[in-house]
Structures are given as structure tokens and as C-alpha cells.
Nanobody, 126 residues
């Protein structure tokens, strides 16, 4: 069974930065497109950011573009999400996801991801 483990969530104030990490001991990240999704209370899952297997392309939701940065370290089997200029609308449970895709492709739909973490809570106060 594959486990993705997120860490780095917590409480923040508006304007703060947080970095989320995701790793796995069962899944080889270099073989997968990786992404972060989030779900705020009462809302649907939302694509936040994704990064291609080749590590050459990244995609961001408009709501986080310019504030969040996704990266991956395949040698460490870890993907990161640097979140800057946080605001209360970023409050959500953040999920790491892994899926199959061509090397340069970044998928944005939940159905394209096969493996999911349990999520880490990010709460931003004003």
C-alpha cells in the first residue's frame, strides 16, 4: 500500500509563509507527476499546483499564482509547496497527490491522480 505523507501545515497569520512537504517510502516520485490540492470547509477539492515528472513544468491555480511555489527533489523523493503571502482564503486541508502522466505534463484534475496523502491542515488568521 502506498502512503504519501504531508507535513508542514499549521497556524499562520496573514502575510506569513509556510512550506509543506510530501514524501513516501513506497512510491518513486520521479516516475509520477506530483500535485497539491486543497479543500476548504464546505468547498470542493481545488487544484493548487502541480509539477511535471521532468521537473521542468509547473502549473498553478490563479488564486495562488505568484504566491505559491512548487518544487520537487527526486533524490529525496519529496515535493514541496512554498506558500507565501498567506491570506485567510488559503485556509484548507492540503493534500499531496501523485499520478501517471507524460514527462512534460501537469494534470489538474483529481481523477488524474492515483495516490493521495491524508492531508495537512493550514489555518490562516487575519
Amino acid at each position: 500500500q502506498v502512503h504519501l505523507v504531508e507535513s508542514g501545515g499549521g497556524l499562520a497569520r496573514a502575510g506569513d509563509s509556510l512550506t509543506l512537504s510530501c514524501t513516501s517510502s513506497e512510491l518513486t516520485f520521479r516516475d509520477h507527476v506530483m500535485a497539491w490540492f486543497r479543500q476548504a470547509p464546505g468547498k470542493e477539492h481545488e487544484f493548487v499546483s502541480g509539477i511535471s515528472r521532468s521537473n521542468s513544468r509547473a502549473n498553478y491555480a490563479d488564486s495562488v499564482k505568484g504566491r505559491f511555489t512548487i518544487s520537487r527533489d527526486n533524490a529525496k523523493n519529496t515535493v514541496y509547496l512554498l506558500m507565501s503571502a498567506l491570506n485567510p482564503e488559503d485556509t484548507a486541508v492540503y493534500y499531496c497527490a501523485a499520478g501517471q502522466a507524460p514527462a512534460l505534463s501537469v494534470k489538474t484534475q483529481r481523477r488524474d491522480y492515483n495516490y493521495w496523502g491524508q492531508g495537512t491542515q493550514v489555518t490562516v488568521s487575519s
